[in-house]
């Protein structure tokens, strides 16, 4: 435990120990009850209300259509699927364990030692790291995704049918488009789109009216306001 701790206190590896700190806390308060979804997802900002990630790239394959990289990446990672508190620990988890391990094979194969190389180590492994991260995080939301068919306001779909929500994606078509709706609490879901009429595509921050809901996929079916 002691080297642990010491393994940690490295500079290079400390914010490898506070995110997995973080994850961990966050998993105890969750299994003692301390804390809901909706309050540990305090703790971080909206992805949809603070941070852009949208990275559209535009192509011609039938006429024109647009292919946004930050949907692709949202959907890979069961954003609107499952609850972003639990994607997020688990992505710092994986990316603290990638990056504290990628770290000391460097320093060990490498024979690092000045402080330059050490930092330069740092800055190449922390985005290696992420983007491994990313992929095994996908792949490991998939099969629990099931788990969160109720997340959000499932039991209650029905009751969203004729409420309003605004666009959280890039864009809103018959194959992809994620919303964020604002419960009566106050607590804000993702939920995951579709367009109701094939071929409409609703942009970011449109608001859209809920007609249909798809209990199986846990889908909702949108029309704009």
């Known amino acids: 435990m002691n080297e642990l701790i010491t393994l940690l206190e490295a500079p290079y590896n400390l914010v490898y120990g506070v995110l997995g700190a973080i994850s961990v806390g966050i998993w105890l ?22 941070i852009d990630v949208d990275i559209d790239v535009d192509f011609d394959a039938d006429g024109g259509s647009n292919f946004s990289l930050g949907d692709s990446f949202l959907t890979f990672l ?25 770290n000391q094979f460097a320093i060990n194969q490498l024979e690092l030692s000045l402080s330059w190389q050490l930092w330069t180590m740092f800055f190449v492994n922390f985005g290696i ?13 998939k099969p629990i995704k099931p788990f969160f068919r109720d997340y959000g306001i499932v039991r209650t779909a029905n009751s969203l049918i004729g409420k309003v929500a605004i666009v959280s994606s890039s864009e809103v078509t018959d194959k992809f488009g994620t919303a964020i709706f604002k419960l009566d609490g106050g607590d804000i879901v993702d939920i995951s789109i579709r367009v109701a009429e094939k071929g409409s595509v609703f942009l970011k921050k449109q608001e859209v009216v809920i007609v249909d809901f798809d209990k199986e996929k846990n889908l909702y079916f949108v029309m704009l306001n």
């Open 78 to 102: 069961s954003v609107g699927q499952v609850p972003i508190s639990i994607i997020l620990t688990i992505l710092f988890f994986i990316q603290a364990i990638i990056g504290v391990w990628m």
């Open 29 to 50: 308060m969750s299994a003692i009850g301390l804390f809901s979804h909706s309050a540990i997802e305090g703790f971080f900002p909206h992805p949809h209300l603070d």
């Open 129 to 141: 790291s992420f983007f491994v991260a990313v992929f095994i995080a996908g792949f490991l939301l």
